[in-house]
């Protein structure tokens, strides 16, 4: 049964066929359940959708339907993050999604006080889950408008995996992003930094001096992305994983 799985998988063109056949066959409780489970996957489902998980830095996330699926690259982003987070840091999960990133980061940076927020009531109550362990609040609203202003001036760290994809480039994603994941997630306007523009506007308020916004970007988006935390009063820096295909810019408040 895992050979005709695996071979429907791929001839629908999915690269990684036989770990996702083994992965379906575990995951479903009945064969009626599996033969169901192999057809939204044919059709282009994503495959934690159909799990309703991720694996992302080690650890297993709840993905809801719907809901941005972690994407490998931005474990960089996140391994960047806990270099520079201190043990009982505050830190701040903007556009988190799954809350994945910062899951992570409260693994492996102890006692950090964590926020998190997402403008999708979908994401923000798979974030909640993915985050209760952690002690982490998650907040639904745009971006930095439903922190608590206690917050002003006393945040450390901040990682904001924002929207980057160019509106005219939105039709070449793969049917899996462009169709089941939400459209919020994806799109960063015309080209691809509105929203980048908007946290690093907004960003110094929050921020300790010396306290760093971490950002994902594409390469061919690394000199806008420069400009626009230089213009907002940052120190940029670039940091880029060639195996991953990441890179990140740092803004660090004087």
Same mark, same amino acid.
């Given at each position: 049964?895992?050979?005709?799985?695996?071979?429907?998988?791929?001839?629908?063109?999915?690269?990684?066929?036989?770990?996702?056949?083994?992965?379906?066959?575990?995951?479903?409780?009945?064969?009626?359940?599996?033969?169901?489970?192999?057809?939204?996957?044919?059709?282009?489902?994503?495959?934690?959708?159909?799990?309703?998980?991720?694996?992302?830095?080690?650890?297993?996330?709840?993905?809801?339907?719907?809901?941005?699926?972690?994407?490998?690259?931005?474990?960089?982003?996140?391994?960047?993050?806990?270099?520079?987070?201190?043990?009982?840091?505050?830190?701040?999960?903007?556009?988190?999604?799954?809350? @994945?990133?910062?899951?992570?980061?409260? %693994?492996?940076?102890? =006692?950090? &006080?964590?926020?998190?927020?997402?403008?999708?009531? *979908? +994401?923000?109550?798979?974030a909640q889950r993915n985050l209760a362990i952690t002690g982490g609040r998650v907040y639904e609203g745009d971006l930095f408008e439903p922190l608590p202003e206690t917050l002003l001036s006393r945040v450390d760290v901040l990682i904001a995996n924002v929207p980057y994809v160019r509106t005219d480039s939105i039709r070449l994603l793969p049917p899996e @992003?462009?169709?089941?994941?939400?459209? %919020?997630?994806?799109? =960063?306007? &015309?080209?691809?930094?509105?929203?980048?523009?908007? *946290? +690093?506007?907004?960003?110094?308020?929050?921020?300790?001096?010396?306290?760093?916004?971490?950002?994902?970007?594409?390469?061919?988006?690394?000199?806008?992305?420069?400009?626009?935390?230089?213009?907002?009063?940052?120190?940029?820096?670039?940091?880029?994983?060639?195996?991953?295909?990441?890179?990140?810019?740092?803004?660090?408040?004087?």
């Amino acid at each position: 049964m895992s050979k005709i799985i695996e071979n429907k998988l791929r001839a629908a063109g999915c690269v990684f066929a036989e770990e996702e056949a083994q992965l379906l066959i575990s995951a479903a409780r009945t064969y009626a359940e599996l033969d169901d489970m192999v057809e939204q996957r044919i059709a282009g489902l994503p495959l934690e959708h159909i799990l309703g998980w991720a694996e992302f830095c080690g650890l297993r996330v709840a993905v809801d339907a719907g809901v941005f699926v972690p994407r490998q690259r931005s474990a960089f982003l996140v391994r960047q993050a806990i270099t520079l987070a201190r043990p009982g840091n505050t830190v701040v999960d903007l556009c988190c999604g799954s809350g @994945a990133l910062g899951a992570v980061l409260a %693994v492996h940076v102890e =006692g950090i &006080e964590l926020h998190a927020v997402d403008l999708d009531p *979908v +994401a923000v109550r798979c974030a909640q889950r993915n985050l209760a362990i952690t002690g982490g609040r998650v907040y639904e609203g745009d971006l930095f408008e439903p922190l608590p202003e206690t917050l002003l001036s006393r945040v450390d760290v901040l990682i904001a995996n924002v929207p980057y994809v160019r509106t005219d480039s939105i039709r070449l994603l793969p049917p899996e @992003a462009r169709i089941y994941e939400a459209s %919020v997630a994806l799109h =960063g306007g &015309e080209d691809g930094l509105d929203v980048m523009r908007r *946290v +690093a506007g907004e960003a110094a308020r929050w921020l300790v001096p010396g306290g760093h916004v971490l950002v994902e970007t594409s390469e061919r988006q690394v000199p806008k992305t420069i400009e626009i935390f230089k213009s907002s009063g940052f120190i940029p820096q670039v940091a880029t994983d060639q195996e991953l295909d990441a890179t990140i810019v740092i803004g660090t408040r004087p």
